[in-house]
């Protein structure tokens, strides 16, 4: 599925664990919510090639190449696209402890 540049379904994006991204992968988890959109996708280095065919093949398949880059911007949309509380009952199975509202008070 990677070749396909597709996400393999046993490498879960929107999850609770560092994950790999592919190109199209990563466009969807930051277009999510519509607090960014991706402009521009470029690529750069294409392994075992030589400099002169990398450069040609990372222009021909950016997304292929072992460098990506997004060209990202943010849309006039309020909040924060990185909300525990919201990546939390959205994108996880995990339960996260996100602290305590009071203080812990200690009898000594």
Same mark, same amino acid.
């Given at each position: 599925?990677? *070749? *396909? =540049?597709? /996400? @393999?379904?046993?490498?879960?994006?929107?999850?609770?664990?560092?994950? =790999?991204?592919?190109? @199209?992968?990563?466009?969807?988890?930051?277009?999510?919510? =519509?607090?960014?959109?991706? *402009?521009?996708?470029? +690529?750069?280095?294409?392994? %075992?090639? @030589?400099?002169?065919?990398?450069?040609?093949?990372?222009?021909?398949? %950016?997304?292929?190449?072992? +460098?990506?880059?997004?060209?990202?911007?943010? !849309?006039?949309?309020? =909040? !924060?696209?990185?909300?525990? /509380?919201r990546i939390k009952t959205r994108f996880t199975k995990t /339960?996260?402890?996100? +602290?305590?509202?009071? %203080?812990?008070?200690?009898?000594?």
């Amino acid at each position: 599925m990677l *070749l *396909l =540049g597709e /996400q @393999p379904s046993c490498i879960e994006v929107l999850s609770s664990h560092v994950r =790999g991204f592919t190109a @199209p992968s990563f466009k969807r988890f930051i277009e999510t919510d =519509g607090y960014f959109n991706v *402009l521009e996708t470029r +690529g750069s280095n294409f392994y %075992p090639f @030589p400099s002169s065919v990398s450069k040609y093949l990372s222009k021909l398949f %950016p997304t292929l190449s072992v +460098g990506i880059f997004f060209l990202i911007k943010r !849309k006039n949309k309020n =909040g !924060k696209f990185f909300d525990a /509380q919201r990546i939390k009952t959205r994108f996880t199975k995990t /339960q996260y402890f996100s +602290g305590d509202t009071e %203080p812990i008070q200690e009898d000594l």
